[in-house]
Structures are given as C-alpha cells and as structure tokens.
C-alpha cells in the first residue's frame, strides 16, 4: 500500500472523466442530442426521433454497465442511485422542478455545457443560475428546505432500489442472475422500442449519439470505479473512490459538478481543493463541444432576444439547479446513468423530468396562442 499515489490517481480520474466528456460534448453537438429537444420534438411535432437516441444511449449504458457489474469490474451499488431510502417525493418534486428549467432555459445541464462551447452567451448565464442555485440546495438555504422538507418522505428498501436487488429477494434467487435477466429485459425492450421506426434504423447521427453517449456513461464509470478505486486508502485505511465530489463512484451528471465548478474558482488559493471526476467532465463538455463548433464552422454567439426571454433562462437555470439536486440528477445523472443501475428513483426521476418538461411545453403552446 506504500506504493498508492492517490494525487497520482486522482489526476487520472479527472483526466479520463475530460478526455470521455469531451467525446460526449463533441459528439452531442454534431448529432444534436438534446434531451430537451427530443421531449419538444415528440411533444409539438410528433417526432420521436431524438427520444429514441436518448433510449438508446440508455439501453447501451445497461447492458455495458451490468456487464462491468458482473465481470466485478466495478460495484454500482456503491453509487448515489441504488441506495436503499427511496426518496419518492424528492424525486417527484425535482424531476418536476428540473424539467420545467429546462424547458425555460432552452436546454438540460448537459445541453448547456455544450451550447456554451458553440458560443451561446445565453446558456453561460444559465449555467452561472443553474451552480449557484445546485450550491444553495447542496448546502444553503435551498437545502435546509430539501432535507427537512423532502427527503424525510422515503420508502426503506433494506435490499437497496435497484431492480435486480428487490428481484433477487422476491424470488430468492441470486442476485447476479437477476442482474443479467433484468439488464436484458429492460434494455432489451428499449431497443425493440428504439429500432422498431424504419426512419430511425436509417438515421446516423441518432444511432451514433445514442451509442457513443452510452459508451461515455459506461467508461465513467469504469474511470471512477476502477481507475479510482482504492481498497485501502493509505491516508485513512479504508476504502475510498478518489476524486470525486461524492466519495463514490461516479459517471456523468451535470448538476452538482457545475456548482463545484463554480466553488473551485471561488476557492482557488484553497489547496486542498482539487478537480474532481464531476468538475473535468464539466469542463469537458465545454471543451469537446468548442472543439467540434470550431471545427465544422458552426461556433457562433448567441444572446438573448428580450428581457422575457433573459427572466426565462435565469429562472429556468434555478430550476435546475435546485430541481436536479433535489432528485439527485439532471436527464444524462438519472437519466442516463442512474438509469443504468437500474435504480427504481432513476426511473420515477426521468418520467417526472419528462412530465415537466412536456406541461411546460404545453403551457407556453397555450400562452402563444393567447398573444397571437
């Protein structure tokens, strides 16, 4: 154990979470996946194109993230998402809370990160709103109200939420088998879903943006829980995952990761402090999606239209912020990778992201028409 750099480990954790954020950031700007824009194309077009590229890129984390579970790779259980207190209502509430933002705020958390890199001026007010309000839930007066308001409504799962583990003790089987059986169903059905369109089945940019973003989420955690991991830490002799804001391990999330960044430049003569997992995939997605807007010629700057539209994005980056610390994820945190732990708070996270956005959307359908 004398051998262990964790400094050393660390830099690798944050520089494997860049290097896979960058791919995600380059990659979602050339395919355009939008986890806003595939909840707006079902919603006002009909269309389901985009929302089948964000079933498949959660489809492939299942399947890559269970195969590393049961090679014993990594141990998802460890993570924030199969916890055994199913905090339904925080869920509820945040997933509500984030999918209204984001509709206001003309994108995700993710999708902010990747509409600054293409030079929207716009989005880097979003994401200034979004930290400072995910810091106020984390720990301010926003948080006070979620940890006394919200979480104590919770369900205690003694085996943890996730759907191989409740399986395993409903029919006593073993937990493994369950795991490979509900991986293949519930991927399985999303994929059915997924390729059963004829016009997606020929779509490329939908196909590649749904398996590379997968891919992304299953090296996350490849990078966090193996790369990371440490049996014994030879500062406190106990086992710990370095680098990372949560002390577990850790795959792409973009709530919480932007008010560390925010901190960090805030404390920057602190050093104690590091870039962590979450902080370099920020930055990553930045990074990647400049990288490809330069690249292709489409980096252009963006501000916004009217002071409406300015309120609109304030409020909806507070929405976020808030909503997506409060269930513990944005739409790629529980939509994706909770989602591919099969947590049951990462499903109940993604349907309420969902619902939000879709009424919101409704909403300002309905305000249009009254203007027009």
């Avoid at 269970?66 to 990594?74: I, R």
Wanted: net charge neutral; hydrophobic share 50%.
């Amino acid at each position: 154990m004398n051998d262990v750099n964790p400094a050393a480990i660390a830099t690798t954790v944050a520089w494997g979470g860049f290097a896979l954020a960058f791919v995600f950031g380059a990659v979602a700007n050339k395919t355009n996946f939008c986890t806003m824009g595939a909840v707006s194309d079902m919603v006002n077009m009909g269309d389901w194109g985009r929302m089948r590229m964000w079933l498949l890129a959660i489809a492939v984390a299942i399947i890559g993230s269970n195969a590393l579970q049961l090679a014993g790779v990594v141990d998802l259980s460890k993570s924030i998402y199969p916890g055994p207190n199913f905090i339904w209502l925080s869920y509820l509430v945040g997933g509500l809370a984030f999918g209204v933002g984001m509709t206001l705020g003309s994108g995700c958390a993710s999708k902010t990160l990747i509409r600054i890199g293409g030079g929207s001026l716009k989005s880097l007010v979003v994401f200034v709103f979004l930290g400072i309000a995910a810091y106020v839930t984390l720990k301010g007066l926003f948080g006070a109200f979620r940890v006394a308001v919200l979480d104590p409504v919770t369900i205690h799962l003694s085996t943890g939420q996730d759907l191989p583990s409740l399986l395993a003790k409903a029919f006593g089987a073993d937990r493994n088998t369950m795991v490979m059986l509900s991986s293949a169903i519930v991927a399985g059905l999303l994929l059915l879903f997924v390729f059963k369109d004829r016009d997606f089945r020929h779509n490329f940019d939908g196909i590649l943006g749904g398996v590379i973003v997968g891919l992304v989420v299953i090296g996350g955690w490849y990078v966090s829980g193996k790369l990371g991991y440490l049996a014994e830490d030879p500062n406190t002799l106990q086992e710990a995952f370095v680098a990372t804001n949560s002390g577990r391990l850790e795959s792409l999330s973009f709530v919480a990761p932007q008010a560390y960044v925010l901190e960090l430049l805030m404390f920057w003569t602190d050093t104690s402090r590091i870039v962590t997992f979450g902080i370099a995939s920020a930055l990553g997605v930045v990074a990647g999606s400049a990288a490809y807007a330069l690249a292709s010629g489409k980096f252009h700057w963006e501000s916004f239209r009217d002071p409406r539209d300015t309120a609109n994005h304030m409020i909806g980056g507070v929405l976020m912020g808030f909503g997506g610390v409060t269930a513990m994820g944005c739409t790629i945190g529980q939509g994706i990778s909770g989602f591919s732990t099969l947590a049951l708070g990462s499903m109940l996270t993604f349907v309420s992201i969902v619902t939000g956005a879709a009424l919101t959307m409704k909403w300002q359908y309905a305000r249009m028409l009254r203007e027009a």
